[in-house]
């Protein structure tokens, strides 16, 4: 195991453990509004915070692009990508699919990608050269090779009511074509589940780095292909 994946791993069990005590009490869950549809709560933070101090224990030197806290100001060649909670709406609502996301990009170029879902324990990891792993064992992208019968994943374009329609015209060209549609609210764990063949692939606007860089690495350590729109 990569010695970045190794940290990356603790970092994520340990935002998951504070993600995991705050869902039971939801109530007490403090959310403010960062764009249209687009929340943010003290958890979020909390988990976010907890996955950078436990890398900084080993490596207080290296770079951080995080959704919350934003781009650290240092020159290591080390990065590390961090979506602490992707699923927020989820866990708000108390619907057990959200994730913890962590990658880490040595000289821009991903090396390490770990996807945690802290309700079904279940952890997809992956490292380049070294393929995709969940819980340990070897996952592959699925064989389909055309549309027909195909269960694909989607993401409505909700922070961008300019792109709308542009989906709408892609969705209603895939739509016939593929067996069926999923729209679950968890990037990262979309992408984590067509590394290991559960979809058969995955689109959707306006995503962010740290949305996708874990789930991006462990698609094409799984045998995938990742594509922009272009």
């Excluded at 996301?101 to 279940?122: H, W």
């Excluded at 969940?134 to 019968?149: D, F, H, P």
């Excluded at 609210?185 to 290991?196: P, R, T």
Aim: glycine content about 8%.
């Amino acid at each position: 195991m990569h010695p970045l994946q190794t940290i990356a791993v603790r970092a994520a069990r340990a935002a998951s453990d504070t993600i995991m005590r705050a869902s039971e009490n939801l109530d007490k869950v403090k959310a403010d509004v960062k764009g249209r549809n687009d929340f943010v709560t003290d958890v979020d933070k909390a988990a976010e915070r907890r996955i950078i101090e436990t890398i900084q224990k080993t490596h207080p030197d290296h770079a951080f692009l995080a959704e919350e806290s934003g781009e650290s100001s240092n020159n290591s060649d080390v990065q590390w990508i961090i979506d602490p909670l992707d699923g927020t709406t989820n866990f708000l609502r108390g619907m057990p699919h959200f994730s913890v996301s962590i990658a880490a990009q040595i000289k821009g170029k991903l090396e390490v990608a770990v996807v945690y879902d802290p309700v079904r324990e279940e952890l997809f990891t992956a490292s380049r050269g070294s393929g995709a792993q969940l819980n340990g064992k070897r996952i592959r992208v699925s064989q389909a090779r055309n549309l027909e019968q195909t269960l694909l994943a989607t993401g409505f374009p909700f922070r961008n009511e300019k792109q709308f329609d542009d989906y709408m015209t892609l969705f209603s060209r895939l739509y016939p074509k593929c067996g069926d549609m999923r729209r679950a609210g968890s990037a990262a764990l979309d992408l984590a589940y067509v590394a290991a063949g559960r979809f058969d692939g995955f689109w959707e606007y306006g995503l962010k780095w740290w949305d996708i860089a874990a789930g991006a690495l462990l698609v094409s350590e799984a045998g995938g292909m990742i594509s922009d729109f272009k």
